[in-house]
């Protein structure tokens, strides 16, 4: 009796094993990784924008949280994730951010239980760490809305990322408030040469390649296309990857691979 068990056992961790450990090569002839995740050549660099000025609604931030977690669910291994509230009214503020990488495999040449195990660890981690930035609470004392001095720090993430696939996922009104520029009810919006100028004295971030889509930016009153406007503009003077249908507001899900 004592003999059987042993050999029902050692069968049975024996189909676990294969079950857990499938080559990288087999995996890739799926098309699909750990958890549904479409394999990839090129890791990726996601980086999220957060706006929690008090011109955000509830549901709307519910609504950043909700597709922050289906993003960070198809991460795979190697791939880096960024997170940003908005600064307030200048780059002169201390930044509200976090960065960190998915653990590489620690076995690179079989899928290995472990491996998944550490990825989804990490995502479960990195959902809870971001939840955060999605606060509906402790919104009063915010001042401003400095999407302009934030896309600066967007630059150093795809400066310390090189060589990955790099989407922003801006998670805002698109409406810039601060001293020098207030775009609500197009109050103080920039001169026409705004960006012209400033892109000429090289004071532009460098976005260059960036896939940009922009989630909670209104596109139904001709204030909201003159907003959307500068918007289009300014991502084409700093080499970002700009689309008119990635400017939404209240999207399904979020695309998942950068534009092409």
Same mark, same amino acid.
């Not at 971030?205 to 406007?229: E, F, M, N």
């Given at each position: 009796?004592?003999?059987?068990?042993? !050999?029902?056992?050692? $069968?049975? &961790?024996?189909?676990?094993?294969? $079950?857990?450990?499938?080559?990288?090569?087999? +995996?890739?002839? %799926? %098309?699909?990784?750990?958890?549904?995740?479409?394999?990839?050549?090129?890791?990726?660099?996601?980086?999220? /924008?957060?706006? !929690?000025?008090?011109?955000?609604?509830?549901?709307?931030?519910?609504?950043? !949280?909700?597709?922050?977690?289906? !993003?960070?669910?198809?991460?795979?291994?190697?791939?880096?994730?960024?997170?940003?509230?908005? @600064?307030?009214?200048?780059?002169?503020?201390?930044?509200?951010?976090?960065?960190?990488?998915?653990?590489?495999?620690?076995?690179?040449?079989? $899928?290995?239980?472990?491996?998944?195990?550490?990825?989804?660890?990490?995502?479960?981690? $990195?959902?809870?760490?971001?939840?955060?930035?999605?606060?509906?609470?402790?919104?009063? +004392?915010?001042?401003?809305?400095?999407?302009?001095?934030? &896309?600066?720090? /967007?630059?150093?993430?795809?400066?310390?990322?090189?060589?990955?696939?790099?989407?922003?996922?801006?998670?805002?009104?698109?409406?810039?408030?601060? #001293?020098?520029?207030?775009?609500?009810?197009? #109050?103080?919006?920039?001169?026409?040469?705004?960006?012209?100028?400033?892109?000429? +004295?090289?004071? @532009?971030?460098?976005?260059?390649?960036?896939?940009?889509?922009?989630?909670?930016?209104?596109?139904?009153?001709?204030?909201?296309?003159?907003?959307?406007? =500068?918007?289009?503009?300014?991502?084409?003077?700093?080499?970002?990857? =700009?689309?008119?249908? +990635?400017?939404?507001?209240?999207?399904?899900?979020?695309?998942?691979?950068?534009?092409?």
């Amino acid at each position: 009796m004592v003999m059987s068990k042993t !050999r029902t056992l050692a $069968a049975l &961790l024996g189909a676990l094993t294969l $079950a857990g450990c499938g080559t990288q090569e087999g +995996n890739a002839a %799926g %098309g699909e990784g750990e958890g549904g995740v479409v394999k990839r050549s090129t890791p990726e660099l996601v980086v999220f /924008v957060y706006d !929690r000025s008090t011109s955000i609604s509830h549901h709307q931030l519910e609504l950043a !949280r909700q597709l922050t977690n289906e !993003r960070i669910r198809k991460l795979d291994h190697g791939d880096r994730i960024s997170a940003h509230q908005l @600064l307030q009214l200048s780059l002169e503020e201390p930044p509200q951010r976090w960065s960190e990488t998915v653990p590489q495999r620690q076995f690179t040449e079989q $899928a290995m239980m472990r491996d998944s195990v550490t990825r989804a660890r990490f995502l479960r981690d $990195a959902q809870d760490y971001l939840v955060v930035f999605t606060d509906t609470t402790g919104r009063g +004392n915010i001042d401003g809305t400095d999407i302009l001095s934030t &896309l600066h720090d /967007v630059s150093a993430d795809l400066q310390a990322a090189r060589g990955r696939e790099a989407t922003l996922y801006i998670f805002s009104d698109m409406l810039q408030s601060n #001293r020098s520029i207030d775009m609500e009810g197009l #109050r103080k919006m920039p001169p026409s040469n705004w960006i012209d100028s400033r892109q000429s +004295n090289g004071t @532009l971030p460098d976005l260059t390649g960036l896939c940009v889509y922009v989630i909670g930016a209104r596109v139904d009153t001709p204030q909201s296309q003159r907003v959307k406007s =500068f918007w289009q503009d300014y991502f084409e003077a700093t080499g970002a990857l =700009f689309e008119s249908r +990635n400017y939404t507001l209240r999207p399904v899900e979020l695309p998942e691979h950068p534009c092409t």
